[in-house]
């Protein structure tokens, strides 16, 4: 098995609507993704250019939500014992405690900070770096306690657009002892990959990206930045960590790192006018031929004639959609990352 970078080349042809003989033609790439083999469909013309979004109203209405400093250590839900006698786990302003409405066996928020808004310029790497240190933190402990639960997310759903009911910062950090389907194709591929080359496939995928040059961003300590080549959302910007599976076994400077390319991804999205977003960690624990990744991608902006960006293809077909050519993706980002 090689990493194969498979793409489709598909093109419509119609006359102008203003008349005449004057045929237009519509390109649409269809790519394949090189591990999973899922297909994804590049088409660039799907969303018109945003304005930006005032937040005062909206902020304003929903102040002192349950995130917020007021309520926050009184109103939510505590550990159990095994887990925190405290109740709550804590790193600088990040709070974490379960979650009243959990989707799994562990289910857990972290609260980012006591801003009960922020634009997507004004989170910061030390926002991150204290988020993901409590989150980090919880699975340990959770995982102390119960050593089946291995497979966690960390995720951000940002706005409403990203799927949160509550505006303000938050993450949810979900572990079972079973994977979800995403993490299923991503094991299952790594490993089949590593047992027929002995070779990790993310290992060997940043050695590619690197030598090619146009999806590779660059690399902060032991984490790999660069663009999907099939991207399963809206500007796919991924990391890979190298030598580590799950966010259990990373140092600070590794969890430095992600959130450094969290907080640059969330820059370059401010400055395309874009204010709503989703990233997930798949960190799984106990795996030989994985490597933990993150994949960040942006939604459709919230506002007022909000266009859903899920359509028939993602939800009916299965087939994934993507709204800008990575390689341009990679070029305009770069520069965001330090
Ligand atoms: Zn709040």
């Not at 910007?237 to 450094?260: M, N, R, Y």
Request: net charge negative; hydrophobic share 35%; proline share 6%.
């Amino acid at each position: 098995m090689e990493i194969k970078f498979e793409r489709f080349h598909l093109q419509s042809d119609f006359r102008s609507p203003i008349g005449g003989s004057e045929v237009i033609s519509v390109p649409t790439e269809v790519r394949i993704d090189p591990l999973t083999k899922r297909r994804s469909r590049i088409i660039t013309w799907a969303l018109p250019p945003q304005d930006e979004f005032d937040f005062s109203k909206v902020a304003r209405e929903s102040k002192g939500c349950i995130f917020c400093p007021e309520n926050i250590l009184q109103k939510t839900p505590q550990f159990l014992n095994e887990i925190s006698s405290e109740g709550k786990i804590c790193v600088g302003g990040a709070i974490g405690f379960p979650n009243l409405y959990p989707a799994g066996t562990y289910g857990s928020v972290v609260v980012l900070c006591g801003d009960h808004l922020l634009t997507l310029n004004q989170f910061t790497s030390e926002i991150y770096e204290e988020a993901l240190s409590v989150s980090a933190e919880i699975i340990r402990r959770t995982m102390d306690f119960d050593p089946d639960a291995r497979y966690w997310q960390i995720s951000q759903n940002y706005l409403l657009p990203g799927g949160s009911s509550i505006l303000h910062p938050h993450l949810q950090v979900i572990g079972d002892p079973i994977p979800t389907n995403e993490m299923g194709w991503l094991l299952d591929n790594s490993a089949s990959y590593y047992e027929e080359n002995r070779t990790l496939y993310w290992n060997d995928l940043v050695q590619i990206e690197k030598g090619l040059g146009k999806r590779y961003i660059t690399s902060i300590g032991k984490v790999h930045w660069f663009v999907s080549f099939a991207p399963i959302g809206f500007n796919e910007v991924c990391g890979s960590v190298e030598g580590g599976t799950s966010i259990t076994t990373l140092g600070q400077e590794e969890i430095a790192s992600l959130a450094k390319g969290i907080v640059s991804t969330l820059k370059y999205y401010y400055e395309k006018n874009l204010n709503s977003f989703n990233f997930s960690i798949y960190s799984i624990a106990g795996e030989t031929s994985y490597q933990l990744l993150i994949r960040i991608i942006s939604r459709t902006p919230f506002q007022p004639s909000y266009l859903n960006d899920c359509t028939s293809f993602e939800v009916l077909q299965s087939e994934l959609t993507a709204n800008i050519i990575p390689e341009e993706l990679c070029r305009e980002i770069r520069p965001h990352f330090p």
